[in-house]
C-alpha cells in the first residue's frame, strides 16, 4: 500500500494569487499524478510527475498554470498559479502501491479562491 | 479514447435493498477496472479491482465483474447499510493513468 498525505488540507486565496500544495508519500514511487475534483464532479487528471523529468500534462492543462516539480522519489508539488474563482476544486494527488495494482490518494487540498 | 460512463445519481435506497450501480466503459485493450468510494468529508478509497475478464472484485460486501462482452463493471451489493451512504466512482486504467466515471451519490434511509 501507500500512505499519502497533502498539504494545506484547504485554503482561501484571493484572486491573480498562487498556491503550491505540496504531496508526500511514505513509499518511493515512480510516477505521481495530480487530479482535480470540481464541485460536484468526478475526478480529472491534470498531469503526471517523473522524477527527473517534465511532468507530462492532460489536454487542457497547460504548465503555465499548473507548473509541476517532482524532486525525489517520494514528494511532489503542484502550483496553482494566477487563479481564479474557476479553479475553486479539490486538488489530489495519488500513486500506485508498491507491489499492489491499487492506485492510492492522498486526502486532498479543498481550494476556494474568492 | 478511453472513457467511463456510470448510472446518473443521486440513488436513495432504504436499508437492507439491494444495490446495482452500472459501470460501462470504452477503452483499447483490456484495461484493470475499479471501484472507489468517497464518504462524506473524507478522501477517495479503493473499494474493489478487477485486471482481467471475468474476474469478480470483492469488499466490504460490494461485488463487480469484469465482463467483457458487455464492457461492463457493475456494482452490486445484497444488503445496504446507511454506512454505505457516499459517492461511488467506476474508474479504469490505461497507460497507468486512471479514467473516471461521472460518480454516483448513495444515500441509504433508516
Known amino acids: 500500500s501507500a500512505v499519502i498525505s497533502q498539504k494545506p488540507s484547504r485554503d482561501i486565496c484571493q484572486r491573480g494569487t498562487s498556491l503550491t500544495i505540496q504531496c508526500q508519500v511514505d513509499?518511493?514511487?515512480?510516477?505521481m499524478f495530480w487530479y482535480r475534483q470540481q464541485p460536484g464532479q468526478s475526478l480529472t487528471l491534470i498531469a503526471t510527475?517523473?522524477?527527473?523529468?517534465?511532468?507530462?500534462?492532460e489536454s487542457g492543462f497547460v504548465i503555465d498554470k499548473f507548473p509541476i516539480s517532482r524532486p525525489n522519489l517520494t514528494f511532489s508539488t503542484l502550483t496553482v498559479s494566477n487563479m481564479s474563482p474557476e479553479d475553486s476544486s479539490i486538488y489530489l494527488c495519488?500513486?500506485?502501491?508498491?507491489?499492489?495494482?491499487?492506485?492510492?490518494f492522498g486526502p486532498g487540498t479543498r481550494l476556494t479562491v474568492t | 479514447g478511453n472513457s467511463v460512463t456510470q448510472m446518473e445519481g443521486p440513488v436513495t435506497l432504504s436499508e437492507e435493498a439491494f444495490l446495482t450501480i452500472n459501470c460501462t466503459y470504452t477503452?483499447?485493450?483490456?484495461?484493470?477496472l475499479f471501484w472507489y468510494v468517497q464518504y462524506p468529508g473524507e478522501g477517495l478509497q479503493l473499494l474493489l479491482k478487477?485486471?482481467?475478464?471475468?474476474d469478480k472484485g470483492s469488499n466490504k460486501g460490494f461485488e463487480a465483474t469484469y465482463r467483457k462482452e458487455t464492457t461492463s463493471f457493475h456494482l452490486e451489493k445484497g444488503s445496504v447499510q446507511v454506512s454505505d451512504s457516499a459517492v461511488y466512482f467506476c474508474?479504469?486504467?490505461?497507460?497507468?493513468?486512471?479514467?473516471f466515471g461521472q460518480g454516483t451519490r448513495l444515500t441509504i434511509n433508516p
Open positions: 513509499s518511493q514511487v515512480t510516477m
Open positions: 510527475a517523473n522524477q527527473g523529468s517534465e511532468a507530462t500534462y
Open positions: 478487477a485486471t482481467k475478464a471475468d
Open positions: 477503452a483499447t485493450g483490456y484495461p484493470s
Open positions: 495519488s500513486a500506485w502501491g508498491q507491489g499492489t495494482y491499487e492506485q492510492y
Open positions: 474508474a479504469l486504467e490505461g497507460a497507468q493513468k486512471l479514467v
